[in-house]
């Protein structure tokens, strides 16, 4: 193993965590830059460090290290209403990597070369990415809400503030988990996490270490 990539690993999971304390709630729902540190985490590093870093990060919140947003740790955190959004980060930082490696080597360049044109071609991809964590947290989240008014009727004043008052219940809890975090992932999370790579690709290069 390549312990150079081990510690970037590390790191990359580290930030995860202080990116999660950037956050406000949308009632039971914490709205963190998670989504930043997993994008960067996918565009440092290859499928398989991108994997071991959520790993990484996941066992850090499991150990009850304060990883999670609110400065939270512990198993509970984990198999709670939101548990579902980290266990997503495993396949989302992967797919990250997988794709956008697969789009730079097309383009002929690396991270610290990218332009706006590729920032928007990134942006792109980490939506697909971010796919898989929008599945499971809305799963788990499902799970828990049809066993809870308090939830079921958050995710109800939520799309009725919307306008969408004739949802089936499924709908409705998608909507709440899932569709109202879009714009941040996107246009701030994603965009974030690029440039923070770019940067930091560029610094990493400069003390002599490559980015695969």
Not at 40 to 46: E, N
Not at 92 to 100: H, T
Not at 169 to 176: D, E, G, S, V, Y
Request: charged share 10%; hydrophobic share 55%; net charge positive.
């Amino acid at each position: 193993m390549d312990y150079m990539k081990l510690m970037l690993s590390t790191l990359t999971a580290v930030l995860t965590g202080l990116f999660a304390q950037l956050r406000f709630s949308v009632g039971p729902i914490p709205y963190t830059m998670q989504n930043a540190g997993v994008v960067m985490t996918g565009l440092l590093l290859s499928p398989k460090y991108s994997l071991i870093s959520m790993v990484i990060y996941i066992l850090l919140i499991a150990l009850g290290l304060p990883m999670a947003s609110g400065f939270r740790g512990g198993i509970p955190v984990l198999v709670g209403h939101t548990g579902g959004y980290i266990l997503g980060f495993l396949p989302s930082a992967a797919i990250m990597s997988y794709l956008s490696r697969r789009y730079l080597r097309l383009r002929g360049i690396d991270i610290y070369e990218i332009k706006l044109r590729d920032v928007v071609a990134l942006i792109s991809i980490s939506l697909m990415a971010t796919m898989p964590t929008y599945l499971l947290g809305f799963l788990v989240f499902a799970y828990y809400a049809l066993g809870s008014n308090e939830l079921l009727s958050w995710a109800r004043n939520i799309t009725y503030s919307m306008g969408l008052c004739s949802l089936d219940i499924l709908a409705m809890l998608f909507i709440a988990s899932v569709v109202i975090f879009v714009p941040q992932d996107i246009f701030m999370d994603s965009l974030i996490g690029i440039m923070l790579s770019k940067e930091l690709a560029n610094l990493l290069r400069s003390q002599g270490v490559k980015i695969d």
